[in-house]
């Protein structure tokens, strides 16, 4: 099969074009410049803009594909209908990708939702967010699936991720407690709100073979998929995990949010945490077969040994949330209605 990719040079991109190679499909590459990743096996590199979509349509005929592969990054509405309307004729299905920030869930979780907690887990039938996130307007995932599903003559599919981890994450999703632990704390301090908190994740070589997969069978063609691990783990479940990988022998504290101001990501402090976000990822599963090709043990050690081989400044995170002198007086103030966990 012949897979068109829009974008896909990021973070997500080179564990799909692995994986697409290694089941001996053919890709044509379209973006704004970045060479050919290494070891996939692509036919064509096509440099150009998503703006000037429409004015390749002549080179994709040529190209003949099977199937298309939207952005793994920014993807807005506007950009949805401009590859729609120049690939008609040329394709048999659009692969988007969006995310489970479409879910009315995830609006309560940060407040631009009313009403009480949704339940979980989250399937592809549980109901999508009305409000809109400040600053997303334009490429907001919702909009995107509408327009994707919406055109009865281009058949699409829906792949909703979860926050992913692992190589080349520009979020560096253990960083906060894993560079404390190499520091040699003796305790990692957590707000109480947080401790028990769950959101799916999801390994990124895991997420692209399933994007590899969806992309490449036609069963997916008008779904829409729920992906992430099975095993929601709670905050502090996270932490003790990543804990025991490294070997490392301290405690975790919980400690009351109003203490923890000063060291706590602010996104993570002002979520309601009575909102679980775990997701159901049953229906790809029984539907196309999907399993995670790498371990749960295995994504953490090679997140772990990337992260140590691509540490970021404590500036880039904000100087205050590696303040252990401040952590230290927060400690020294600890009372009885802190918890440790070992």
């Not at 949805?80 to 489970?100: D, E, F, H, N, P």
């Not at 590899?212 to 479940?237: F, P």
């Amino acid at each position: 099969m012949r897979i068109l990719i829009i974008g896909g040079s990021g973070f997500i991109g080179p564990d799909v074009f692995k994986y697409l190679s290694e089941m001996g499909h053919e890709t044509i590459l379209f973006n704004r410049g970045t060479p050919k990743l290494e070891g996939a096996s692509c036919v064509a590199h096509i440099v150009g803009d998503l703006r000037r979509f429409g004015d390749f349509k002549d080179e994709f005929k040529r190209l003949d594909p099977q199937v298309v592969l939207e952005d793994m990054f920014h993807f807005s509405s506007t950009d949805a209908k401009t590859v729609i309307s120049t690939l008609k004729g040329v394709t048999k299905r659009i692969v988007a990708i969006s995310g489970t920030d479409v879910y009315r869930a995830y609006g309560k979780l940060f407040g631009i939702e009313p009403g009480p907690v949704d339940p979980v887990p989250l399937t592809e039938e549980s109901p999508l967010r009305q409000a809109v996130f400040p600053g997303m307007k334009g490429y907001d995932k919702l909009v995107v699936e509408q327009a994707i599903m919406g055109d009865p003559d281009m058949p699409g599919t829906i792949l909703r991720l979860p926050p992913v981890y692992g190589p080349r994450s520009v979020m560096h999703r253990i960083y906060f407690y894993l560079k404390r632990m190499d520091d040699n704390r003796p305790v990692i301090l957590m707000s109480r709100h947080l401790a028990n908190w769950r959101w799916t994740h999801g390994y990124v070589e895991n997420m692209a073979a399933a994007i590899a997969q969806a992309a490449t069978d036609e069963r997916a063609t008008g779904r829409i998929y729920n992906l992430g691990e099975t095993e929601s783990t709670s905050m502090i479940e996270w932490v003790v995990n990543i804990g025991k990988a490294v070997g490392w022998d301290g405690e975790v504290v919980i400690s009351p949010p109003n203490r923890l101001v000063e060291i706590t990501p602010f996104a993570l402090m002002r979520i309601n945490a009575a909102q679980d976000i775990i997701v159901d990822s049953t229906l790809i599963r029984r539907e196309l077969g999907y399993t995670e090709p790498v371990s749960s043990e295995a994504a953490l050690d090679r997140t772990i040994d990337w992260e140590r081989s691509n540490p970021i400044s404590a500036y880039y995170m904000g100087p205050q949330f590696f303040d252990y002198e401040t952590e230290d007086a927060i400690l020294f103030r600890t009372g009885s209605e802190d918890k440790t966990y070992h």
